[in-house]
């Protein structure tokens, strides 16, 4: 295994610039996901640290291997030693599961003990009974099928392992498990590991290191926790969780905005938007304490419930409160904000 | 790839660009001269009207049919299912020879369109069939809870989703048609197919066989592009997912067992009379005798053709598909769609024009085994394109990428990954051109080496002879040959594959 590191890359389909001057560094034995809209031209990043595609500029180093860039001569995948696990897993549909895990390893290898010993060394390490390794790809479930599509990639111990959407063909339950499965594996083997997605959920709850890119270039990278508290501009926070921004002004450590007096992460002056995340807007129930508002929807899911509120002054605004104890719709509340709020200033930088 | 696809598509347009030169080169003058006679419009009349008369009853044969042993409680369905299909596996020429050997008097016009109808209703009946089984229940079920009657919804809701099928079946029916020979010659009905080859046979007249290719070229094209136009439009009949459920069958009544022998009757005269007509002349024959050595002469010579002929389609048909499926672009197209021209291109042109591009250009492989496999190779390439595709389209190109990934290089991801995913559809594919070839007439008749004898041609020189004992038992050979593909095509439950046949 050893590090991933991206620097510059780029790479355009006709007109359409689909990475743009990309720099990512990924630590050795760490996992990063790199999250984004579709056609924000993360899959053409992991094409492109796979092999499949040679970048216009930049450079692409495993460990201190350059694979491709500038004045290197790319090297074709099959050289490269990364395991790549598509969407859908793309089992080999003619080939057992145990043939599958074996695809990559040594000629030798692959009829010998040795290479039955990998297979099974592999399929516990992704918790599936031993005897799948005899089943074809069409007796798996889906989950069944990524997580063998994950040991085939590991069996012949790639420098990198790439994921390219993996769970997004999986009903909700089957993803979660799948998922932590995945991780758990990549974790054991000290895997260096980087995964694509649009979901925000699997790329906050995988990573060490979120990446998120918009528009073929990359606009954050950082640890997920500060990614969702401290996204890089309001664009991000929107994509990254529900974010309610509102226009405010800020004089130092405080900004005024239509739920009141709010705390600033940074002090700053002048005119801001302020981020504000649903979860720190606190609904009273009880007091008449805070900003009023008049209830519109409430969307419940058990644990906790959305609600969306209209200030008097006809703000609108989106609040997440326990599920326990809620208000209905036509109720009138009052709001008012806990925590630190992240400001920016209207060019988007703080 | 390119290289070898640009080679495959030129075999497959040497017919039609030698029926266009030879329209450029002769002038309109001269061709309007050798068209505008009497022979001619007896000819045209003849073809149009036999094609028209026998599309219609086969359509409304096939889709009868098909209603009844689908969508009926008629007794025993599956059976007669079998039954119905089994027709395909006598070769048109054979039904011919079955019926006027049995009975001189059958002849001209309603010879010809009984004979034809009775050989080519399974290619309506089969797509119907297919159709009908495809049918999401759940639409029919709709339209009662809206009210329609059972009646209103088979017009509304049923009958517009099977006229791709019905109006397909029909248009190859009458591809099929302008393609047939041996039957029509047996038959004493002359269309531009039977006169193209007496002209050809008789006087070696180039010029006049060639124009008349012209004319028939021209109407097989209009039929093709009917049919492309119509495969266009088609709709997948489900659009939800989930599995189908049969539909409720429609109980007879009193009708039922006036209808099972309705159903009878037709495969007593489809498939009864040539069984019997067959074996009369097995057993009672006068002139029927069993060379056993000239049987498996012709026999042998018949399989290598064919397993040549199987060989080189497959091979030419697998550059054309790679660049169809893995490398889209206008040259792929090009390159696929000359490859779907021959499907407009009877035997009978295609032979002639090889005999006359070959006696012009290369002389030297005139009456050789290579010709004759390059006439095959352009009859039966859309027949193998169509299924190596369907293969290749099983095996994604996230495979190969996956492949690489795990250190494979390009020749061992296609000896280790795609060769095996495809080796099944191109097995399929040079079966089903093996078969056709077994039973080609026409362009084998004209283009085969002198001293080759196949079964067709054997049993096309006793039956022309008059001799039909002597044909008997080339004639059960080549039905025994032809059961395999009747076979295939019963089981694939695709309309696709039925449509895909070419004339022969």
Redesign the interface.
């Known amino acids: 295994m050893s590090s991933l590191t991206i620097t510059g890359v780029t790479k355009s389909f006709g007109s359409t610039r689909a990475v743009d001057d990309v720099t990512l560094h990924v630590p050795h034995g760490s996992f990063t996901t790199v999250l984004g809209p579709s056609g924000c031209g993360k899959t053409t990043l992991l094409r492109l640290i796979?092999?499949?595609l040679v970048p216009e500029a930049g450079t692409i180093a495993f460990g201190s291997t350059v694979v491709a860039g500038d004045g290197v001569r790319s090297m074709?995948?099959?050289?490269?030693?990364?395991?790549?696990v598509?969407q859908e897993g793309?089992l080999?549909?003619?080939l057992d599961v145990a043939a599958n895990i074996a695809?990559?390893l040594p000629r030798e290898a692959r009829g010998a003990q040795e290479g039955r010993d990998r297979v099974a060394e592999m399929l516990d390490l992704v918790e599936l009974p031993a005897d799948f390794r005899h089943r074809r790809p069409d007796e798996l479930s889906g989950g069944q099928q990524q997580r063998v599509?994950l040991a085939?990639?590991l069996a012949?111990q790639?420098a990198v392992v790439?994921l390219d959407e993996p769970f997004s063909s999986l009903d909700a339950s089957l993803r979660g498990s799948t998922s932590r499965a995945v991780r758990r594996a990549l974790e054991a083997t000290n895997t260096t590991a980087l995964l694509v997605t649009h979901d925000q959920n699997e790329a906050l709850s995988l990573a060490d290191q979120v990446a998120v890119m918009r528009a073929g270039r990359l606009v954050q990278s950082a640890p997920p926790s500060e990614v969702y508290l401290s996204p890089t501009d309001p664009q991000v926070a929107e994509f990254v969780g529900r974010a309610v921004v509102l226009p405010g002004t800020a004089t130092d450590a405080r900004a005024t905005c239509a739920l009141g007096e709010v705390v600033l992460t940074e002090p700053t002056t002048g005119p801001v938007a302020l981020m504000i995340r649903p979860e720190q807007v606190y609904v009273d129930l009880a007091h008449e304490e805070g900003v009023r508002g008049t209830v519109e929807e409430v969307s419940y899911y058990g644990h906790d419930c959305a609600v969306q509120v209209s200030l008097d002054d006809g703000t609108s605004v989106l609040a997440r409160m326990a599920g326990v104890r809620h208000p209905v719709a036509g109720d009138t509340v009052h709001l008012r904000v806990t925590g630190l709020v992240r400001a920016y200033h209207p060019a988007g930088s703080p | 790839m390119l290289v070898a696809g640009a080679a495959v598509a030129l075999l497959a347009l040497v017919p039609l660009v030698y029926v266009a030169t030879y329209v450029v080169i002769i002038g309109p003058a001269d061709l309007w001269q050798l068209l505008a006679r009497p022979r001619i419009a007896e000819l045209l009349r003849n073809t149009v009207t036999l094609a028209i008369a026998c599309m219609a009853a086969t359509a409304a044969l096939g889709v009868s049919l098909g209603l009844l042993v689908e969508r009926t409680d008629l007794p025993g369905r599956r059976l007669w299912h079998g039954l119905l299909v089994a027709p395909l596996a006598v070769p048109a020429f054979v039904n011919g020879y079955a019926w006027v050997s049995l009975d001189r008097s059958v002849h001209g016009f309603t010879g010809a369109f009984t004979v034809v109808t009775l050989s080519y209703y399974p290619l309506v009946y089969l797509p119907v069939v297919a159709m009908l089984r495809r049918l999401d229940p759940a639409l029919e079920e709709s339209a009662w809870s809206l009210g329609h009657s059972r009646a209103r919804t088979f017009r509304t809701v049923v009958l517009p989703q099977l006229r791709p099928a019905l109006l397909g079946g029909a248009l190859l029916v009458g591809l099929h048609l302008l393609a047939e020979f041996g039957a029509l010659s047996l038959l004493r009905f002359p269309t531009f197919t039977t006169a193209i080859y007496d002209q050809y046979g008789s006087t070696f007249n180039g010029a006049a066989a060639t124009a008349m290719a012209v004319v028939l070229v021209l109407l097989c094209l209009v039929l093709l592009l009917a049919e492309l136009r119509l495969r266009g439009d088609r709709r997948y009949a489900r659009l939800g997912r989930g599995a189908a459920r049969g539909a409720v069958p429609l109980a007879l009544g009193r009708w039922r067992w006036p209808l099972v022998g309705v159903v009878g009757a037709v495969v007593v005269l489809a498939l009864g009379i040539p069984a019997f007509s067959l074996l009369r002349w097995l057993v009672v024959g006068t002139s029927t005798e069993f060379p056993v050595a000239e049987l498996a002469e012709a026999l042998v010579a018949t399989i290598a053709l064919a397993l040549a002929g199987a060989v080189a389609t497959t091979l030419a048909a697998i550059p054309v598909v790679w660049l169809a499926v893995r490398h889209r672009g206008w040259a792929s197209t090009v390159i696929e769609r000359s490859t779907y021209v021959a499907n407009a291109l009877p035997g009978i042109v295609v032979g002639l024009a090889l005999v006359v591009a070959s006696l012009r250009l290369v002389p030297a492989i005139y009456q050789t085994a290579a010709l004759l496999v390059a006439a095959y190779v352009i009859l039966f390439l859309p027949r193998a394109v169509v299924t190596v595709r369907a293969g290749l389209e099983q095996a994604p190109t996230v495979l190969d990428d996956v492949a690489h990934s795990l250190g494979t290089g390009p020749l061992a991801t296609a000896r280790r990954v795609t060769l095996p995913l495809i080796a099944p559809s191109l097995g399929a594919g040079a079966a089903l051109v093996f078969l056709a070839i077994s039973t080609e007439l026409t362009a084998t008749l004209m283009l085969s080496p002198i001293g080759t004898h196949t079964l067709a041609t054997e049993f096309w020189s006793a039956s022309s002879e008059l001799r039909y004992g002597a044909a008997a038992p080339y004639a059960l050979l080549l039905v025994l040959v032809s059961i395999p593909a009747t076979v295939l095509l019963m089981r694939s439950d695709s309309p696709a594959t039925t449509t895909e046949r070419v004339p022969v």
């Open positions: 796979a092999g499949f074709p995948p099959q050289t490269r030693r990364v395991g790549y598509p793309a080999f549909p003619h695809f990559g599509a085939r990639s012949p790639p790439l």
